[in-house]
């Protein structure tokens, strides 16, 4: 499970784009919780703690802790929005998690034992269709990431989610398939070998040795 973080921020007394320019110049980013059945709550973060917390590479699937006005809320990440040369965040949608509450999140997939499984050892490569599953997950149960086991896994042999042992308090957002997750594919080199072991050699292409026998063959047999 990812760890939760936490981020200090502050109440924004101002709306409008004005307010929000205003605070990126000081170096806040404008931000929002929202869901509930509270009203949204307009704030701000200092941006370089935030740029921080999006550098751990989890932070859209951890649960984020405000702090401000002396109490602290559980959120989740919804959405950064970045801007579009410079990449900084310009603003941060947090929602709001009640006790007990069940979120959606993409989590990331890591296949372990690839020395384990033979068609990755004859040479196949692991073709990744979904490098994030995504998942309904207990607020208080969100994994950090998904691992799936090729171990025995040969060229050919698909991966679907209902070979995926799904950690307790999460399930498969998507329900009305058996979607696949990756597959063990053979390279074009191993492909072409293969394809050739099917075909007849042409003339051209059997030895001198064998194309003299079979001509003296023929010519005794006309005699």
Known sequence: MSDALTLPAETRDRAGK???????????????????????????????LLVKQLGTGHFMNSIVEIEFGGKTLRTLPKDVALHPVTD???????????????????????????????????????????HELELVCDADKIPSEIEIDVTGLEVGDSIHISHVNL????????TDRDFTIATIVAPSALKRAEAAEGEEPAADEVPASEQSDEGEEEESGEE
């Open 88 to 130: 900084r965040p310009i603003h941060v949608d947090f929602l709001r998690l009640a006790k007990g509450a069940k979120v959606d999140v993409a989590v990331p997939v890591l296949f372990v034992n690839e020395e384990a499984s033979p068609g990755l050892k004859k040479g196949g490569v692991l073709n990744v269709v979904r």
């Open 167 to 174: 950690p307790e308090g999460s399930e498969s957002a998507i």
């Open 18 to 48: 004005g307010a929000s320019r205003a605070l990126r110049r000081e170096g806040r980013v404008p931000a929002v919780i929202y869901g509930g059945k509270e009203a949204p709550t307009p704030i701000h973060v200092e941006e370089r």
